[in-house]
């Protein structure tokens, strides 16, 4: 690993900031924000970033920021998806207010990252994902967005996207899902299909032109890090 990582805590949230080796001071590189990533888990996928950097990819600043999952990502409140689940708390404008208010210029402050939101994306996968998207009607922040197997079931989500113009009105827009995601007996699970596929006619109707929509194999927890890291690599693309 030839770039930099350091572990961060504000306001109580463990966040862990890398910074390819390309930047420096007079060299700002654009920043992905990756909704509720640990430090292991960008451990994992740096050393394949900076393969693919070196291969011509555009390099960019990866920020994990820490979260509770179901508070931090549920955009307002809804009944339990699983047994014995508690109820989502709603809590993803408040998660979105400290990136966006809080952890973003904090950021842009202390390391070589370019501010604007053409240069700035955000990620993540399910109920990240979720909140990534969520992220892209609530705020301009951001002008990329890949929600990897986003839990787009969930309740009320597909009416207030269709009900609300993204604030960026040129930015891109991933999804992902697994082929075998929506073959389950789950009364929400088994809607993530068609439930993406809506959300897919939204954004290519809202944003004019065709999002894409990337179809893996296998269900909800097949080869995480690889789809992780094939949007990341779109991202790149689209905030270079």
Same mark, same amino acid.
């Given at each position: 690993?030839?770039?930099?990582?350091?572990?961060?805590c504000?306001?109580?949230?463990?966040?862990?900031?890398?910074?390819?080796?390309?930047a420096?001071?007079?060299?700002?590189?654009p920043?992905? =924000? #990756?909704?509720?990533?640990?430090?292991?888990?960008?451990?994992q996928?740096?050393?394949?970033l900076?393969?693919?950097? !070196?291969?011509?990819?555009p390099?960019?600043?990866l920020?994990g920021?820490?979260?509770?999952?179901?508070?931090?990502? %549920?955009?307002?409140?809804?009944?339990a998806?699983?047994?014995?689940?508690?109820?989502?708390?709603?809590g993803?404008?408040?998660?979105?207010?400290?990136? !966006?208010?809080?952890?973003?210029?904090w950021?842009?402050?202390? =390391?070589?990252?370019?501010?604007?939101?053409a240069?700035?994306?955000?990620?993540? =996968?399910?109920?990240?994902?979720?909140?990534? /998207? =969520?992220?892209?009607?609530?705020?301009?922040?951001?002008?990329?967005? #890949?929600?990897i197997s986003? %839990?787009?079931?969930?309740?009320?989500?597909?009416?207030f996207?269709?009900?609300?113009?993204?604030?960026?009105?040129?930015?891109?827009?991933?999804?992902?899902?697994?082929?075998?995601?929506?073959k389950?007996?789950?009364r929400?699970?088994?809607?993530?299909?068609?439930c993406?596929?809506?959300?897919?006619?939204?954004? %290519?109707?809202?944003?004019?032109?065709?999002?894409? /929509?990337?179809?893996?194999?296998?269900?909800?927890?097949?080869?995480?890090?690889?789809?992780?890291?094939?949007? /990341?690599?779109?991202?790149?693309?689209?905030?270079?």
């Open positions: 690993m030839k770039g930099l990582v350091e572990k961060q504000l306001d109580r949230r463990e966040c862990v900031v890398y910074i390819p080796p390309s420096g001071r007079t060299s700002q590189v920043a992905v =924000y #990756a909704n509720g990533a640990q430090e292991e888990q960008m451990l996928i740096i050393p394949k900076e393969s693919a950097f !070196c291969k011509g990819v390099p960019f600043a920020i920021v820490g979260a509770e999952w179901e508070r931090d990502f %549920s955009p307002w409140p809804a009944p998806a699983f047994h014995g689940a508690g109820d989502f708390p709603g993803a404008g408040q998660y979105l207010a400290f990136l !966006c208010q809080t952890l973003k210029p950021v842009d402050q202390r =390391y070589p990252t370019l501010p604007q939101p240069h700035t994306g955000i990620c993540g =996968y399910s109920l990240g994902g979720l909140a990534a /998207l =969520y992220a892209l009607y609530s705020t301009n922040t951001f002008g990329a967005v #890949a929600s986003g %839990s787009l079931w969930y309740e009320g989500f597909l009416t996207m269709d009900s609300h113009p993204p604030m960026q009105e040129h930015a891109q827009v991933w999804l992902s899902l697994g082929r075998a995601e929506e389950t007996r789950h929400l699970l088994r809607r993530i299909g068609d993406t596929r809506e959300a897919q006619a939204i954004l %290519s109707r809202q944003l004019g032109h065709q999002i894409p /929509l990337v179809w893996n194999d296998g269900g909800h927890s097949t080869q995480v890090p690889a789809r992780k890291l094939a949007a /990341l690599l779109w991202l790149a693309e689209q905030i270079a």
